[in-house]
């Protein structure tokens, strides 16, 4: 039986479906977000399970220890991960561009690629754009493997292949599936190419961080079943002008959310800042009218911010 080929009308906002094409999407109300996407119909839709069957145990067997984190050795950066990154993960980082995700995630690689190989998938930068990047940053490492493919399908191929501790994908917008007939970053293609690495990580206990870019309203592209699927959601925050960035923790299961790391970025690369309250501080003038410090606690420490109000004769 020859397959047929169907459309069908999805917002590139929220991954809602419409039946057909309207210019405002009755969901979440952006205009101009439905575009048709053709799906093959191949009759009833099966996919491979995440984990090989197995019988149920008791919740409280204890022949199975609970997995044991890895260290990246960068504090700011395990601090938001709760301690320390799970074995079977899948963690979504996301920021606006240029923001420094691709050299935070470059940077942790280097640093675990001394516990065992790692995979860095670049499907934005060739291989020696990445490379340079690595340089510039001090991040050469024998172990850190570099790959440069944008298909799941060749991805998947490589990290099976391999024994891998650890993987990175940047971008889960620029990766797509040969099966599916949606351009790559289509809602389609971002939920099919998230669940294939979910498999992945949960079948093989590797832990995969997935990179993703962020639109102009501040909430990472493609559908939120992406941030319901994966078990950590990041977000890396800053200003372009300034040097500071913010590492912030929107959902973890594996701990509290309430953590931020801080790094400054200098030109080799990200530094982590052990004292952020003496860098928040450092140029703040001393007896000026209008200027008070306050402590704000975030996470399990607490930061002094300086507060400003302008002042002037009434």
Not at 16 to 37: D, L, M, Q, S, Y
Not at 50 to 77: C, H, K, V, W, Y
Not at 114 to 138: C, I, K
Not at 247 to 254: A, C, I, P, W
Request: contains cysteine; negative net charge; aromatic residues 6%.
């Amino acid at each position: 039986m020859s397959s047929k080929t169907k459309s069908i009308f999805v917002c590139q906002a929220c991954g809602a479906v419409a039946p057909r094409w309207e210019g405002k999407c009755g969901a979440c109300g952006e205009w101009n977000t439905i575009v048709e996407e053709a799906i093959l119909d191949e009759g009833p839709h099966t996919r491979p399970p995440i984990l090989e069957t197995a019988a149920p145990m008791p919740i409280t067997d204890g022949s199975q220890p609970p997995p044991e984190r890895s260290s990246t050795g960068i504090i700011e950066f395990d601090r938001v991960l709760g301690g320390g990154i799970v074995p079977g993960s899948l963690t979504l980082i996301g920021g606006d561009p240029g923001i420094g995700k691709s050299t935070l995630m470059l940077q942790v690689g280097h640093r675990l690629a001394g516990q065992g190989p790692v995979l860095y998938v670049s499907g934005e930068e060739s291989f020696s754009q990445a490379r340079l990047r690595a340089d510039r940053l001090g991040a050469m490492h024998d172990d850190l493997m570099l790959l440069t493919e944008t298909s799941v399908a060749g991805i998947t191929k490589h990290i099976k292949a391999g024994n891998y501790r650890f993987v990175v994908v940047d971008s889960i917008q620029a990766v797509y599936s040969a099966t599916i007939p949606a351009v790559p970053g289509s809602v389609t293609q971002v939920r099919e190419c998230a669940n294939e690495f979910l498999r992945i990580a949960k079948g093989m206990n590797l832990p995969i961080f997935l990179v993703g870019h962020v639109t102009k309203e501040g909430t990472i592209a493609g559908p939120r079943l992406l941030e319901h699927l994966v078990d950590s959601v990041l977000y890396f925050e800053g200003e372009g002008r300034q040097a500071l960035r913010i590492l912030r923790g929107v959902k973890n299961r594996f701990g509290s959310t309430n953590e931020i790391g801080v790094f400054e970025m200098r030109e080799s690369g990200l530094h982590e800042v052990a004292n952020p309250s003496a860098l928040f501080l450092n140029e703040r003038p001393e007896g000026v009218s209008g200027s008070v410090v306050i402590p704000s606690v975030e996470g399990s420490r607490p930061l002094l911010v300086e507060v400003q109000a302008l002042v002037g004769d009434s």
